[in-house]
């Protein structure tokens, strides 16, 4: 076999190779619909209690915190640490319930950045619903 011909041969056989490699990915299989996203949230992250004299259903998940809706419809995001530039990722996450209020501390880290943090901060609600910053 001529040189040429072995190379043509064996170019073949890496682009069918190659072409096998190309098929499409399988989509990811959604979640089951009955499958509440803040059911893995530990418990010292999670306040269910009464402020403002009304029931109120908090949890800090991904560095933002969530009320739950009446009625089972669902959570509403109440609060997150403002954007940033550049990709973070949380760091810190932390809540406690004290007094007739509540107090969350969000922090979000820079990737490669030492330390802590990059937004965030700490935050405090007498309602669940309107916060101020620390």
């Known amino acids: 076999m001529t040189g040429s011909k072995w ?5 073949l ?10 098929s499409e990915p399988a989509p990811p299989e959604p979640p089951p619909v009955d ?17 403002a004299g009304k029931p109120v259903h ?15 419809g669902g959570w509403q995001m109440v609060l997150e640490p403002e954007l940033y530039p550049f990709f973070t990722s949380c760091d810190r ?12 501390t969000l922090g979000r880290i820079a990737f490669g950045a030492g330390g802590c943090c990059a937004t965030g901060g700490t935050y405090r609600t007498k309602d669940g619903e309107v916060w101020k910053k620390l």
């Open 35 to 51: 499958v509440d996203p803040m059911a893995e949230v530990p418990p010292e992250r999670v306040f269910k209690g009464v402020l």
């Open 7 to 11: 190379r043509a041969q064996w170019s």
């Open 58 to 72: 908090l949890a800090v998940q991904g560095c933002k915190v969530y009320r739950a809706l009446p009625e089972g």
């Open 13 to 22: 056989l890496v682009l069918a190779v190659l072409w096998a490699g190309c």
């Open 93 to 104: 996450q932390t809540l406690l319930a004290e007094k007739g209020a509540v107090t969350v």
